[in-house]
């Protein structure tokens, strides 16, 4: 009698659960130590596009085993990035926060994007100087991907776009550009020019430690002896 009683409340408590479940009262993932486990987070704090480009962004979900991974994002700031049907687009230079929220397990995180200007769009018509730099390029010790964009900046003011010179894109010739006027080996102007990467592929931006020149209007390396320029 005690055991009929006990399937009999274990039936009743089986179809509680179905029906709490259908009214969406409940999680239907019935393992609370997996549900405890599951982190929703961006690779990067911070990623960096340039202006008109479409990006792919999506936060990191563990475990990946989880029958409803579905992510609804959105921006702080429409003027700067845009989300249309899962189709995110840098429209104008800024900065503006990316939300990502889990529905089904109430989950979110943040990610800052910053919107730059296009490197290629860099014009040095408007400057009245100029030097050369020829660089032998390795990332984390390899030769650059295709899709990677390499300049030199003044601060944070575009100088210059590099050029690959080679098959194997290690060999790069950079011409800088400058307003400051009487400059030489001898007598180098107040500009000191970095060189920074950037990879579409990670959204992220390097400045190369490796090489720091003051803008002098003379020539740095040949194609045969090239300065070394390094991005970990």
């Known amino acids: 009698m005690l055991n009929m009683k006990y399937r009999i409340s274990k039936l009743i408590c089986f179809c509680l659960v179905g029906l709490l479940a259908g009214c969406g009262l409940i999680d239907m993932e019935f393992d609370s130590e997996t549900q405890e486990l599951v982190s929703m987070h961006f690779t990067y704090d911070t990623v960096y596009v ?11 979900i563990q475990p990946d085993t989880l029958s409803n991974t ?31 929220v889990s529905v089904s ?23 009245v100087n100029d030097m ?20 030199a900046f003044h601060d944070d003011e575009i100088r210059g776009l590099g050029e690959a010179m080679n098959d194997d894109r290690t060999l790069y010739r950079f011409r800088v550009w400058s307003n400051e006027f009487y400059v030489s080996g001898d007598n180098p102007g ?20 490796s090489l720091v020149i003051p803008f002098d209007g003379e020539t740095h390396g040949s194609p045969s002896r090239p300065t070394e320029l390094t991005f970990k």
């Open 70 to 100: 579905t992510i609804y994002m959105y921006s702080n700031d429409d003027r700067v990035v845009g989300v249309r049907n899962d189709t995110i687009y840098a429209a104008d230079e800024g900065t503006t926060t990316l939300v990502a």
């Open 105 to 127: 397990h109430a989950l979110s995180d943040t990610c800052t994007v910053v919107v730059m200007p296009r490197w290629g769009d860099f014009d040095g018509r408007g400057f």
């Open 132 to 151: 050369v730099v020829y660089s032998h390029i390795l990332v984390t010790g390899y030769a650059p991907g295709s899709r990677m964009i390499f300049a």
């Open 190 to 209: 107040h500009e000191e020019i970095t060189f920074r990467a950037y990879s579409p592929r990670t959204l992220q931006v390097q400045t190369s430690p």
């Open 50 to 60: 340039m202006k008109g480009d479409t990006f792919f962004l999506a936060p990191y």
